[in-house]
């Protein structure tokens, strides 16, 4: 018990400062290695390339443009495997081994990665594998079956780039959230340098921290690995992977709805996983969410674009929350020391500190609370934060130089009130090295002495609007190799050819030979499916043609219920045609639940029309316009996608003249 002649003493006492240095007197931290966004892991920008002009680069502006919105510094895309790999399929640049077959305009990736050069030549790019052609493990499920051919495999994708693209690949992986090999991670190195890559470096492993303590073994590992990159540290690294002395990643994090919680969870892990993990970049999965809302992962991107057909786009708290950091740093600056420049604050939230060496400082403050940013992983132990003013105090090089700061503010809001996103407010005086900020909570501060920060902006996108319907495409109007719009492959990879025949001139094209060596396990159905439309429809009627130029089997759905690494598991209606002389209908993808079956006259190598028309419990099906089946079908699923696809990987299945004449 306190004696109550001590009471007057403590009531005297002064309430004492949440006090913090800025101080390089005993040197800098690490090198700050920038903030980033991945497209892929998988399709994530699938709807993106869509989007008709201006608002498509409008959208690139948000995301690239220097000073303007995130203002990214890395970009990381899928090397594409063939093969599902979260939210879609993407196309290898070699279907098969033969190198005379490679192909490096297939997909998007090359197309985003030179728009995001064209607006910030300085952007870093990153490649790395989600999966992989089949004949890369010579036909089993280990791509480091020959490791000398899947070292061949992503050199070809490193010059295609540079061949095809004039792109510069600086960083290149190993294998997503997947096994690796030390074997293969040093011959990568060799053929690298072997082949005039000396300068690209190798990021490792883009999983767990397990690759640090094989670092800490082998010290020829040591010298082929530049960076160790792990996915979802939750701020915090193992005390192995600091003893590597390698920078370290969050190669992969956020991966969180970018709602105002999604907002607050990317603004505290970019300050913590330095200030706890010493971590020198964050990289967003995803870049965009850019992929059907029904899809794995609802708008888990720094901003959304998914109606390309009206043009609509949202940007977000996260890219205002990477503008914080981003617009007022480059790769290659240097963070604070921790407990000079780089700490939690004491009433909760956390300050990192920056420099360019010449004169320029960068702060940024988060005071994120809790349950306002929680991260979809992992969890997020407790804490808790309270207004506070915090008193800084510049010393070392900088104390002498500095007289004010510019102040950029964000408020998220979690009420009916509005939320602030990156404003300008009264620059703040430093006055002897020293400056107090009144702080509440879920609020971001950069404060610096860079000038060139900029709010872009430009005027509302269009109003948003549902998947049009009446609806068709007859695939003449594309390049070959591309992909049609709006279709989301969720199973093999459907492709832009020539069709070779007066009355379908160019068509889709189902091109993967071999069920692919797949990441998500079991992600795909022994078969190749593709998604498209509203996955609110609860009525439609649709067709498509198709060719099978020698003997199989497609189908066509409606009610699709479930894509990415659980489109095995979809159920819906389905109406599957075959060239042995029969159809099925059944509820699933698994072709279990039959409905009805019966006998159809499926010719082999002659284009022909399948029809399905669903409305309420009834569902009717019909080939080359004659009715096949009328059958009752169960009540649920009440809605979903509309699907097309074939019964087995094979490259011998075409479909043209895509038409919804009606849905609702």
């Given at each position: 018990?306190?004696?109550?002649?001590?009471?007057?003493?403590?009531?005297?006492?002064?309430?004492?400062?949440?006090?913090?240095?800025?101080?390089?007197?005993?040197?800098?931290?690490?090198?700050?290695?920038?903030?980033?966004?991945?497209?892929?892991?998988?399709?994530?920008?699938?709807?993106?390339?869509?989007?008709?002009?201006?608002?498509?680069?409008?959208?690139?502006?948000?995301?690239?443009?220097?000073?303007?919105?995130?203002?990214?510094?890395?970009?990381?895309?899928?090397?594409?495997?063939?093969?599902?790999?979260?939210?879609?399929?993407?196309?290898?640049?070699?279907?098969?081994?033969?190198?005379?077959?490679?192909?490096?305009?297939?997909?998007?990736?090359?197309?985003?990665?030179?728009?995001?050069?064209?607006?910030?030549?300085?952007?870093?790019?990153?490649?790395?594998?989600?999966?992989?052609?089949?004949?890369?493990?010579?036909?089993?499920?280990?791509?480091?079956?020959?490791?000398?051919?899947?070292?061949?495999?992503?050199?070809?994708?490193?010059?295609?780039?540079?061949?095809?693209?004039?792109?510069?690949?600086?960083?290149?992986?190993?294998?997503?959230?997947?096994?690796?090999?030390?074997?293969?991670?040093?011959?990568?190195?060799?053929?690298?340098?072997?082949?005039?890559?000396?300068?690209?470096?190798?990021?490792?492993?883009?999983?767990?921290?397990?690759?640090?303590?094989?670092?800490?073994?082998?010290?020829?590992?040591?010298?082929?690995?530049?960076?160790?990159?792990?996915?979802?540290?939750g701020t915090e690294v193992t005390q192995q992977t600091i003893q590597t002395g390698k920078p370290i990643w969050a190669s992969e994090?956020?991966?969180?709805?970018?709602?105002?919680?999604?907002?607050?969870?990317?603004?505290?892990?970019?300050?913590?996983?330095?200030?706890?993990?010493?971590?020198?970049?964050?990289?967003?999965?995803?870049?965009?969410?850019?992929?059907?809302?029904?899809?794995?992962?609802?708008?888990?991107?720094?901003?959304?674009?998914?109606?390309?057909?009206?043009?609509?786009?949202?940007?977000?708290?996260?890219?205002?929350?990477?503008?914080?950091?981003?617009?007022?740093?480059?790769?290659?600056?240097?963070?604070?020391?921790?407990?000079?420049?780089?700490?939690?604050?004491?009433?909760?939230?956390?300050?990192?500190?920056?420099?360019?060496?010449?004169?320029?400082?960068?702060?940024?403050?988060?005071?994120?609370?809790?349950?306002?940013?929680?991260?979809?992983?992992?969890?997020?132990?407790?804490?808790?934060?309270?207004?506070?003013?915090?008193?800084?105090?510049?010393?070392?090089?900088?104390?002498?130089?500095?007289?004010?700061?510019?102040?950029?503010?964000?408020?998220?809001?979690?009420?009916?009130?509005?939320?602030?996103?990156?404003?300008?407010?009264?620059?703040?005086?430093?006055?002897?090295?020293?400056?107090?900020?009144?702080?509440?909570?879920?609020?971001?501060?950069?404060?610096?002495?860079?000038?060139?920060?900029?709010?872009?902006?430009?005027?509302?996108?269009?109003?948003?609007?549902?998947?049009?319907?009446?609806?068709?495409?007859?695939?003449?109007?594309?390049?070959?190799?591309?992909?049609?719009?709006?279709?989301?492959?969720?199973?093999?990879?459907?492709?832009?050819?020539?069709?070779?025949?007066?009355?379908?001139?160019?068509?889709?094209?189902?091109?993967?030979?071999?069920?692919?060596?797949?990441?998500?396990?079991?992600?795909?159905?022994?078969?190749?499916?593709?998604?498209?439309?509203?996955?609110?429809?609860?009525?439609?009627?649709?067709?498509?043609?198709?060719?099978?130029?020698?003997?199989?089997?497609?189908?066509?759905?409606?009610?699709?219920?479930?894509?990415?690494?659980?489109?095995?598991?979809?159920?819906?209606?389905?109406?599957?045609?075959?060239?042995?002389?029969?159809?099925?209908?059944?509820?699933?993808?698994?072709?279990?639940?039959?409905?009805?079956?019966?006998?159809?006259?499926?010719?082999?190598?002659?284009?022909?029309?399948?029809?399905?028309?669903?409305?309420?419990?009834?569902?009717?099906?019909?080939?080359?316009?004659?009715?096949?089946?009328?059958?009752?079908?169960?009540?649920?699923?009440?809605?979903?996608?509309?699907?097309?696809?074939?019964?087995?990987?094979?490259?011998?299945?075409?479909?043209?003249?895509?038409?919804?004449?009606?849905?609702?």
């Amino acid at each position: 018990m306190v004696p109550k002649w001590m009471w007057a003493i403590i009531f005297l006492l002064p309430v004492a400062l949440c006090a913090y240095t800025i101080d390089d007197s005993s040197g800098l931290g690490r090198t700050y290695d920038g903030i980033g966004g991945i497209s892929g892991g998988g399709a994530t920008s699938r709807l993106l390339v869509n989007y008709a002009e201006p608002y498509r680069s409008q959208i690139l502006d948000y995301l690239f443009k220097p000073n303007f919105g995130a203002s990214l510094q890395i970009f990381k895309v899928e090397i594409g495997g063939d093969a599902q790999s979260t939210d879609g399929t993407e196309s290898s640049h070699m279907h098969n081994s033969n190198p005379k077959d490679a192909n490096y305009d297939r997909g998007y990736e090359w197309w985003l990665m030179k728009e995001a050069k064209k607006r910030n030549p300085d952007i870093k790019l990153y490649g790395l594998p989600w999966a992989f052609p089949k004949w890369v493990g010579n036909g089993t499920n280990d791509p480091y079956h020959n490791p000398d051919v899947l070292a061949g495999y992503i050199l070809n994708w490193i010059k295609g780039a540079k061949s095809h693209h004039n792109l510069t690949i600086d960083y290149i992986g190993i294998w997503n959230e997947r096994t690796y090999t030390v074997e293969y991670i040093k011959l990568l190195r060799k053929v690298l340098d072997d082949n005039g890559f000396k300068d690209m470096q190798i990021v490792a492993a883009d999983g767990k921290f397990q690759i640090s303590g094989d670092i800490l073994k082998d010290s020829d590992l040591a010298k082929a690995v530049q960076y160790i990159g792990v996915h979802y540290p939750g701020t915090e690294v193992t005390q192995q992977t600091i003893q590597t002395g390698k920078p370290i990643w969050a190669s992969e994090d956020y991966s969180t709805n970018n709602n105002e919680v999604g907002g607050g969870c990317w603004a505290r892990i970019l300050n913590q996983n330095y200030v706890n993990g010493n971590m020198t970049s964050t990289i967003s999965w995803n870049l965009i969410a850019s992929y059907y809302d029904a899809l794995p992962y609802t708008r888990d991107g720094l901003m959304t674009a998914i109606e390309p057909w009206s043009g609509h786009y949202e940007v977000t708290s996260p890219i205002w929350g990477a503008a914080h950091t981003t617009q007022f740093t480059e790769i290659g600056w240097k963070y604070f020391k921790h407990g000079a420049g780089a700490a939690h604050l004491d009433k909760g939230g956390s300050y990192v500190s920056l420099t360019d060496g010449k004169g320029n400082l960068t702060i940024v403050i988060e005071t994120m609370s809790h349950d306002h940013s929680k991260c979809i992983r992992p969890g997020l132990p407790p804490y808790n934060v309270s207004a506070q003013t915090a008193s800084f105090t510049i010393k070392g090089s900088l104390a002498s130089k500095i007289t004010s700061l510019n102040v950029w503010y964000t408020k998220l809001t979690f009420d009916s009130s509005t939320p602030t996103y990156f404003e300008k407010k009264p620059a703040i005086k430093v006055s002897q090295g020293s400056f107090s900020l009144d702080l509440q909570l879920d609020e971001i501060y950069t404060l610096s002495t860079v000038t060139t920060a900029q709010k872009g902006s430009y005027p509302t996108s269009p109003a948003s609007a549902p998947f049009p319907v009446p609806y068709q495409d007859n695939f003449d109007s594309y390049p070959i190799h591309s992909e049609a719009n709006n279709f989301a492959d969720q199973s093999g990879v459907y492709e832009i050819h020539q069709a070779n025949d007066p009355d379908h001139k160019l068509a889709m094209r189902q091109m993967i030979p071999d069920y692919p060596i797949i990441r998500c396990i079991p992600a795909d159905p022994n078969l190749t499916v593709s998604y498209i439309g509203n996955h609110n429809w609860k009525d439609a009627t649709f067709s498509i043609d198709s060719m099978i130029e020698v003997n199989g089997g497609v189908f066509i759905a409606f009610r699709v219920t479930k894509g990415g690494c659980q489109t095995k598991n979809a159920e819906g209606v389905y109406f599957w045609v075959n060239t042995n002389g029969t159809f099925t209908v059944t509820s699933d993808i698994g072709h279990k639940d039959v409905i009805t079956k019966g006998m159809s006259s499926v010719p082999v190598a002659k284009w022909f029309t399948l029809k399905l028309q669903v409305e309420g419990t009834q569902a009717t099906g019909y080939l080359n316009g004659k009715q096949a089946f009328s059958t009752k079908i169960p009540a649920t699923p009440k809605n979903g996608f509309i699907a097309i696809g074939t019964t087995d990987f094979s490259t011998q299945y075409w479909f043209d003249n895509f038409s919804v004449t009606k849905a609702s």
